[in-house]
T-cell receptor, first 112, second 113 residues
């Protein structure tokens, strides 16, 4: 079962920041938070990941709360091409390997 | 190759027929994952390969589903006696190094009629 909960949908105006929340209250100390997005008819695309510290890359920023029970993905200046389903995932490590357990995601619609 | 390749991109089959779906992962990557995505749903884990062995098959929905990997490279997912509920997009992923994310293929869209 997925270890994350996300709102099913969100809207954002083009050019504004999109802030996508995620709850992962049962996360374990060594489990990473990953974010992926899936644009219609394509495979999921990696965005960013983090453990404890906030992270930033060319695509987005990831803010993780101090207790690690929730996080927020920030797209600083959303464009129409950012319309997609965004998945917040806790990477689990069953033993000697890892796997990503996807939830239902948040469908982000960016409008003009 | 530079990315994960899957074939065919689309497959329509009649109920009861067997199908084979192919994944060619990133060259040199020893780990490989198969996922399934039904219409409007998130991704469902099916199986994990390390080299040619599959230590985690926990997501395979029934014994009609099987997968193999040869030479530590290409993997084939086989569905026997297909049913309409098998209709979905089947995705293959090849992990990056260390803690970086997976690279997914574009998937095979399977339609059972």
């Amino acid at each position: 079962d997925a270890k994350t909960t996300q709102p099913p949908s969100m809207d954002c105006a083009e050019g504004r920041a999109a802030n996508l929340p995620c709850n992962h209250s049962t996360i374990s100390g060594n489990e990473y938070v990953y974010w992926y997005r899936q644009i219609h008819s394509q495979g999921p695309q990696y965005i960013i990941h983090g453990l404890k510290n906030n992270e930033t890359n060319e695509m987005a920023s990831l803010i993780i709360t101090e207790d690690r029970k929730s996080s927020t993905l920030i797209l600083p200046h959303a464009t129409l091409r950012d319309t997609a389903v965004y998945y917040c995932i806790v990477r689990v490590d069953p033993g000697g390997y890892n796997k990503l357990i996807f939830g239902a995601g948040t469908r982000l619609a960016v409008h003009p | 190759g530079a990315g994960v390749s899957q074939s065919p991109s689309n497959k329509v089959t009649e109920k009861g027929k067997d199908v084979e779906l192919r994944c060619d992962p990133i060259s040199g990557h020893t780990a490989l994952y198969w996922y399934r995505q039904s219409l409007g749903q998130g991704l469902e884990f099916l199986i994990y390969f390390q080299g040619n062995s599959a230590p985690d098959k926990s997501g395979l929905p029934s014994d009609r589903f099987s997968a193999e990997r040869t030479g530590g490279s290409v993997s084939t997912l086989t569905i026997q006696r297909t049913q309409q509920e098998d209709s979905a997009v089947y995705l293959c992923a090849s992990p990056g190094q260390g803690t970086y994310g997976y690279t997914f293929g574009s998937g095979t869209r399977l339609t059972v009629v």
